[in-house]
Every structure is written in structure tokens, then in C-alpha cells.
Antibody, heavy 122, light 108 residues
Framework: QVQLQESGPGLVKPSETLSLTCTVS????????WSWLRQPPGKGLEWFGY???????DYYPSLKSRVTISADTSKNQFSLRVNSVTAADTAVYYC????????????????WGQGTMVTVSS | DVQLTQSPSSLSASIGDRVAITCRAA??????LNWYQQKPGRAPKLLIY???TLQSGVPSRFSGSGSGTDFTLTISSLQPEDFATYYC??????????FGQGTKLEIK
């Protein structure tokens, strides 16, 4: 079965760049969209953006200026970079597969990584 | 962006109870609505997509209904493992996916 695993530093200094990688195992990253989401401590879920292995990434408008998502099909991985981080970027970061259901035309996050906590602090 | 409002924000119930959680969208989103369950320290788990289709492997005591702006997640008979936080999420406006604020279901 397909599994996702996030990796990257758990501590990032303010104004620096947060970088995370999601490794997909048990299946190929081709033919799906792959998303990044986050959840600040004690709060709800926020979607950042996604990428398709054969297309350009797309981002949530309010985050677009600071976020870059890329994919490496040779490694079966996709990555997230967030520039100029502040304490407000402290959160659990999740990668997730975005499945499109043809029957309903609906997109849903059907497989998730376990999440990785990133703290922004000096 | 499509704002989703869940009610109640928290709910206490007993084993065996039937419970319902609602999600209201600020505009019509047809049936582009999904439900997730999240337990403490765990990633969310997809329960229902397209407003009413049960994800593979999810127990049949979970059901979803609604269209347009009003949606409901129903658990027909609460089990101990169902105590968690539940989120709705819309995919009508893409790629501008948004989530409700969550409903915490606790043991009475």
C-alpha cells in the first residue's frame, strides 16, 4: 500500500527557509496530485498547495509568495519550501495524496504522512 | 475562498449514541464536501468524500448527507474508537481547498 513519510529539520530560525521532503513508497507519484498541508498547535488544517508529477504546482493565494512545491519523479519524492518563516509558521506539516474521484468530480486527501512538527524559533 | 462552519464545536456523547455533526458552506458547493477524522497526535483520516460516499475500509456506522450549503456527518452508534475531532473540507473551488474549524467529540 502507498505510504508517505515527511522528513526535514524540526527547528528553523525566524526569517530562514523551511524545507521538507515527502517520500512516497509502495506506489509511483505519477498520475496523482500531491499536497502539503499544515496544522498549527491546537488549531485546524490549512492547505498550502499541490503538484502533479507532469504539471506545474499551484498554491493557496495567501501563501503563494513564500511557498515552492517541487517533485522529483526519479526519487519518488516531492518537496516544500517556505521562505521568510515566522513563529506563525510553527505547525505540524503533512504531505498527502490528492485523489480525484471521477464519479463525483470531487478531490480528497486520501493518504497522509504521519506529519512532522516544525518549530520556528531562534 | 469558501468558508466552512461546523457545529457544534464540541460535543459530548456516550457509547452507542447516534450523533450528527453539521458543516455549512458560505456558498453552494454541490456535493464537493469531504469528512475527516483526526485522533490526537495522528494524521487526519478520510471518512467520506463527495458528501456521501464512504471511503474504503470505513465502518458503515459513518454516513454523510447533504448538498448545496448544508451537510451532515452521522455516526449511528458511537464506538470507543470514534472519539476524535472531525473536519469537513470542500473541493468545489480548486485549488483553494478549505477546511471547517473542527468538531471535537468527547466521551460523556
Amino acid at each position: 500500500q502507498v505510504q508517505l513519510q515527511e522528513s526535514g529539520p524540526g527547528l528553523v530560525k525566524p526569517s530562514e527557509t523551511l524545507s521538507l521532503t515527502c517520500t512516497v513508497s509502495g506506489g509511483s507519484i505519477t498520475n496523482y496530485y500531491w499536497s502539503w498541508l499544515r496544522q498549527p498547535p491546537g488549531k485546524g488544517l490549512e492547505w498550502f498547495g499541490y503538484i502533479h508529477s507532469r504539471g506545474s504546482p499551484d498554491y493557496y493565494p495567501s501563501l503563494k509568495s513564500r511557498v515552492t512545491i517541487s517533485a522529483d519523479t526519479s526519487k519518488n519524492q516531492f518537496s516544500l519550501r517556505v521562505n521568510s518563516v515566522t513563529a506563525a509558521d510553527t505547525a505540524v506539516y503533512y504531505c498527502a495524496r490528492t485523489a480525484h474521484h471521477d464519479s463525483s468530480g470531487n478531490d480528497a486527501f486520501d493518504i497522509w504522512g504521519q506529519g512532522t512538527m516544525v518549530t520556528v524559533s531562534s | 475562498d469558501v468558508q466552512l462552519t461546523q457545529s457544534p464545536s464540541s460535543l459530548s456523547a456516550s457509547i452507542g449514541d447516534r450523533v450528527a455533526i453539521t458543516c455549512r458552506a458560505a456558498q453552494s458547493i454541490s456535493t464537493y464536501l469531504n469528512w475527516y477524522q483526526q485522533k490526537p497526535g495522528r494524521a487526519p483520516k478520510l471518512l467520506i468524500y463527495g458528501a456521501s460516499t464512504l471511503q474504503s475500509g470505513v465502518p458503515s456506522r459513518f454516513s454523510g448527507s447533504g448538498s448545496g450549503t448544508d451537510f451532515t456527518l452521522t455516526i449511528s452508534s458511537l464506538q470507543p474508537e470514534d472519539f476524535a475531532t472531525y473536519y469537513c473540507q470542500q473541493s468545489y473551488v480548486i485549488p483553494r481547498y478549505t477546511f471547517g474549524q473542527g468538531t471535537k467529540l468527547e466521551i460523556k
